[in-house]
């Protein structure tokens, strides 16, 4: 069930996005040990000039200053330790697969709690 949000400003020159969300993916999957059907990954882009970090608002997507900005969404069993791995695995992915420095990544997990998520036709406990 992990799903990984990620959102950023235009490349210049573009990305192949496809290819890196399934590499993503293809990662994730194998420093977590999570199966890769479960796994689910998307890039959107912001609008040029609609992404602001102070008072800058660039068109394309700098190295430094507007970090990429990952939404990554779990279930609440797993621990701290676990959540790290995801961390470090999807930023070292994204640094390595879009060849973006690291330190401009930013990463928010959050918890899906058991009883109020809906998928595969129902409410899922675990």
């Not at 796994?39 to 660039?58: L, N, Q, V």
């Not at 797993?78 to 959540?83: A, E, P, Q, S, V």
């Not at 995801?86 to 928010?108: D, G, H, Q, Y």
Request: net charge negative; glycine share 6%.
């Amino acid at each position: 069930m992990p799903f990984i949000h990620i959102k950023s400003l235009p490349f210049n020159p573009s990305l192949d996005r496809s290819r890196i969300v399934e590499g993503i993916a293809r990662d994730f999957s194998g420093k977590t040990g999570i199966e890769l059907f479960h796994i689910h990954t998307t890039w959107e882009f912001f609008s040029p000039g609609c992404y602001a970090k102070g008072d800058k608002t660039p068109e394309y997507q700098p190295d430094a200053r507007h970090p990429l900005i990952v939404d990554l969404l779990t279930p609440d069993f797993n621990d701290m330790d676990t959540i790290a791995v995801m961390l470090e695995s999807i930023a070292e992915s994204i640094s390595e697969r879009a060849v973006f420095p690291k330190n401009n990544i930013f990463i928010n997990h959050r918890y899906a709690h058991q009883g109020m998520v809906f998928d595969d036709g129902k409410i899922v406990r675990w």
